[in-house]
């Protein structure tokens, strides 16, 4: 977009972390909490009554650090992108120097704990390792090796390891100096690290016994970085080993639980004998080195669940680039090309997969699971360290994707790639992608007929929570969103990246969406919790958003964006919005930068920090008004700080275009 739509706004901040030299100084913070009168579960940082029937069932209790006692210090809150606090479950969390620590008690028994934390990176980039000592009701339990080799990206797409690096694009603009630095003289020196990001990891512990509600779980930081920032804690109990005395077990055809041997050549002839004779693929506790595909076609592998089966690799360079431009390959399991047919009847389940990957190639099928799967079921996975998660490139139909936990990606949770037809994700709990935690991209062939419903994506470091490029007859049901940091937010329908035009109904019914709205660093401007871009070609489907929640947006609740040089071109047309509720926006209820219309029905708001609507059309701000139709259809009620969100002088198309307005930061959400 020009520089005539832009604008300066930021969040405000209780304490932040700066960039300073190669490494990180975290804000002073907080003092130490008191001691809470017993456990604090909350829900993506939210009271669990305010998300109800909604997100992914989980088996495990979430626990906030800053709600916890500790010694240390508290960071946050932060919106702005490039700090730890901003990248924080909830915007806020606990930095600990050695020997400091964070106490949690334990609101259910639990024999396991996953820890969501940070640690600085070395500083030539890479990472380190370092001890964090685990101890129940003053007995130590343990010690966690905390890395960050798998966190720390810097720069520019498709981004850095190295935090000395200059820009790698000094041809691009970029916001930090307004300026394309190879054409500005004298060329502006930028910040180093430039943009650091993607800062958390996560690490999960067996505990080794069952400990009762009510004991307490003690974090400690110990010499080996200089400071350990704890997010959050996870405990559950997890289930004893699953057996399947009558299958392919891979121990029979030469695997190593140990790790120390590569094992793909004996999951490989496993898979032959199983199918042969009509058998699973059993995979028993232990940890399995695989550092390539395992290709599957026809047959079903389990584990004796994810906390027992781990199937590990490292990332391996080719001695020379695939057909596909891939120049590594690692552990995964993926269908057959679609291109050679595709594979069918593939089920997956009960274990995890642990890849190595520490840098962002797009062309490399570094993945989890891939390929193209037909009639097929993927359940009970963790996934971890993989580029993407899950990534499918069809034509392919009819694959189901349940309970599965995947975090700490490079890039995308899972996508529909391309010609993927009536196929079900559902309650799926994903955190710290790298980019959109769940998409379709219609690219070349539509998607058709599929489903992302009751799933729980947080903290996408990058892009959105879940976005939908092009398709026809597609549903966002029932899910949890939240805390995107950066260039995207929420839920996210875009006509962009080539993808096959919206057509049919676009469903999205039932979602909450909490602290979005993001900052768009490129354009300077707050996004919406929910936003809609029109950059390649026109939205005209038909669109319904009908009962979501959009809870502590940091911008806008709703956005309708086209790009600035198409924005003659391209409109948004006839999205109705229905049983709504908004509660809280640090701008508007209603962003409008693009030609078109919309419709609202019973959308209740309140605390909202600017005009309800932001209605700027395509800018032409001619005296009949602005080319964006606003339609009210009763009872839109509530407002803010101007007050009522919706009302009549605004309608239907007056122009109230104010892209800088003071952003006036919300209360915290509250039962409705």
């Not at 400091?100 to 996953?114: D, H, K, R, S």
């Not at 041997?261 to 490989?268: E, L, T, Y």
């Not at 390959?329 to 009960?350: E, I, M, P, Q």
């Not at 992608?433 to 539509?446: F, I, Q, R, S, Y």
Request: proline share 6%; charged share 20%.
């Amino acid at each position: 977009m020009s520089s005539s739509m832009s604008v300066n706004v930021r969040w405000p901040v209780l304490a932040t972390a700066s960039v300073v030299g190669l490494g990180l100084v975290l804000g002073a913070g907080v003092p130490a909490s008191a001691a809470p009168a017993g456990p604090f579960v909350t829900r993506a940082g939210l009271d669990p009554a305010l998300v109800a029937g909604r997100g992914a069932t989980v088996d495990f209790a979430e626990q906030e650090a800053e709600n916890a006692t500790f010694t240390g210090s508290r960071i946050g809150p932060d919106r702005a992108a490039y700090t730890v606090a901003g990248e924080a479950s909830g915007r806020t969390a606990v930095k600990l120097t050695p020997g400091q620590y964070v106490e949690f008690v334990l609101p259910a028994a639990a024999n396991a704990i996953t820890v969501r934390y940070s640690i600085p990176d070395a500083p030539t980039g890479g990472g380190i390792t370092a001890p964090l000592k685990v101890a129940v009701n003053g007995k130590r339990a343990g010690t966690m090796t905390l890395t960050s080799q798998y966190a720390y990206l810097y720069n520019q797409y498709p981004f850095s390891n190295d935090p000395t690096a200059d820009p790698l694009h000094p041809d691009w603009w970029i916001t930090e100096c307004g300026c394309v630095p190879s054409a500005t003289t004298p060329t502006p020196q930028v910040d180093k690290p430039f943009r650091p990001m993607h800062f958390f990891d996560e690490q999960r512990m067996l505990l080794g016994r069952t400990y009762r509600a009510g004991d307490r779980i003690r974090l400690t930081a110990a010499p080996g970085a200089a400071w350990t920032v704890i997010d959050l804690l996870d405990s559950q109990l997890v289930a004893r080993p699953h057996v399947n005395l009558v299958a392919a077990n891979v121990l029979l055809f030469g695997a190593d639980p140990t790790g120390r041997r590569d094992s793909a050549a004996a999951f490989d002839k496993a898979i032959a004998f199983a199918k042969r004779a009509r058998l699973k693929v059993y995979v028993p506790p232990g940890t399995f080195q695989v550092n390539r595909h395992i290709i599957v076609d026809d047959v079903t592998i389990e584990g004796a669940g994810s906390w027992h089966t781990i199937i590990k690799g490292k990332q391996v360079t080719l001695a020379e680039p695939a057909p596909d431009g891939s120049v590594h390959t690692g552990v995964g399991f993926y269908g057959k090309d679609a291109a050679d047919g595709g594979s069918r009847n593939v089920h997956l389940k009960g274990f995890t997969i642990e890849g190595d990957v520490r840098e962002r190639i797009d062309t490399d099928q570094v993945n989890g699971v891939g390929g193209a799967l037909s009639d097929s079921s993927i359940e009970g996975l963790f996934i971890r360290h993989t580029k993407v998660g899950m990534w499918f490139d069809g034509p392919m139909r009819n694959l189901r994707i349940t309970g599965n936990v995947i975090v700490d990606q490079i890039a995308d949770a899972l996508n529909f790639h391309t010609g993927v037809t009536n196929s079900v994700v559902r309650n799926n709990f994903i955190r710290n992608t790298g980019d959109d935690g769940l998409a379709m991209w219609a690219e070349k062939t539509t998607n058709a007929g599929n489903t992302f419903d009751h799933n729980t994506v947080q903290t996408p470091t990058l892009a959105n929570g879940i976005a939908i490029y092009g398709g026809t007859d597609n549903t966002v049901s029932n899910n949890l969103i939240a805390d995107p940091i950066r260039e995207g937010s929420g839920i996210h329908v875009g006509s962009r990246f080539g993808a096959e035009p919206f057509a049919g109904e676009l469903t999205i019914k039932n979602n909450t969406v909490v602290r979005a709205g993001t900052f768009e660093l490129n354009w300077k401007i707050g996004l919406g919790a929910i936003w809609f871009y029109a950059l390649d070609k026109s939205i005209d489907a038909r669109i319904r958003v009908t009962g979501d929640h959009y809870l502590d947006s940091s911008y806008n609740a709703i956005m309708l964006v086209s790009d600035w040089g198409v924005k003659d071109l391209y409109s948004i047309n006839g999205v109705a919005f229905q049983d709504i509720r908004v509660d809280g926006t640090g701008t508007s209820v209603l962003s409008a930068r693009v030609a078109g219309s919309a419709s609202f029905a019973n959308v209740d708001a309140r605390n909202v920090g600017a005009v309800g609507i932001n209605n700027c059309g395509s800018f032409g701000f001619k005296p009949t008004g602005s080319e964006f139709t606003v339609t009210d259809l009763g009872g839109n009620d509530g407002g803010g700080t101007t007050g009522p969100w919706l009302a009549p002088w605004e309608l239907p198309n007056t122009i109230t275009c104010d892209d800088r307005p003071p952003v006036v930061a919300p209360p915290a959400p509250t039962t409705w």
